[in-house]
Nanobody, 120 residues
Framework: QVQLVESGGGLVQPGGSLRLSCVAS????????MGWYRQAPGKERDMVAR???????NYADSVKGRFTISRDNAKNTVYLQMNRLKPEDTAVYYC??????????????WGQGTLVTVSQ
């Protein structure tokens, strides 16, 4: 069983910063893609940022230059540094992993979500 534990969400003023963390544990032989998605009220879940095993990254256009994704492979942890936050960044942020488990093959897992609210 693989579990994801997210942390770092909260309330921040426009222009502020937050850092999200997601720690994966369990039957993970190798970690492939790690990423963050978000879902605002009444909207679909969209990709925010993803990072591959060789640290290649891609970002949604709306966060380029403001958000930075990184990972610590030794700790199976992915981070999302969010700077110059805007009210439109308000959403539930979900951690996502795509990994290989011996005997089960490639699988994916979502975190439970952490709320980020950007408001005065």
């Amino acid at each position: 069983q693989v579990q994801l534990v997210e942390s770092g969400g909260g309330l921040v003023q426009p222009g502020g910063s937050l850092r999200l963390s997601c720690v994966a544990s369990g039957s993970i032989f190798s970690m492939n893609i790690m990423g963050w998605y978000r879902q605002a009220p009444g909207k679909e879940r969209d990709m925010v940022a993803r990072i591959t095993g060789d640290s290649s990254t891609n970002y949604a256009d709306s966060v380029k230059g403001r958000f930075t994704i990184s990972r610590d492979n030794a700790k199976n942890t992915v981070y999302l540094q969010m700077n110059r936050l805007k009210p439109e960044d308000t959403a539930v942020y979900y951690c996502y992993i795509y990994y290989y488990s011996i005997g089960r093959g490639y699988l994916e897992r979502w975190g439970q979500g952490t709320l980020v609210t950007v408001s005065q």
